[in-house]
């Protein structure tokens, strides 16, 4: 949060914890809009992230699907429990 230092309150509220002035509707409107400013990029950054771990998951799974397809073939049962896809 910001302190309001160089003007005055126009409508005060509790100042937060190391913080000696009180904070200004000001401050709390520049606070917000720089929040604002920062909430796409933070929503980019999860959708990236998210984008990795499913593609890293969905690469851990294909190699049990791979092994079971040469089981039967030895005469034993699938060991490995994988989701079935719309390729398979």
């Known amino acids: 949060m910001i302190c309001a230092k160089e003007h005055l309150p126009l409508n005060p509220v509790p100042s937060p914890p190391g913080c000696s002035q009180p904070l200004s ?24 992230f998210n984008q990795l771990a499913v593609g890293s998951e969905l690469q851990m799974i294909e ?26």
Request: aromatic fraction near 4%; glycine fraction near 2%; charge should be neutral.
């Open 25 to 48: 509707t000001k401050a709390l409107v520049s606070d917000s809009k720089r929040m604002q400013e920062m909430l796409p990029k933070t929503v980019n950054d999860l959708e990236q």
């Open 63 to 88: 190699p049990g699907r791979e092994v079971n397809v040469f089981l039967p073939s030895m005469d034993r049962q699938e060991e490995y429990k994988v989701p079935r896809s719309e390729k398979s």
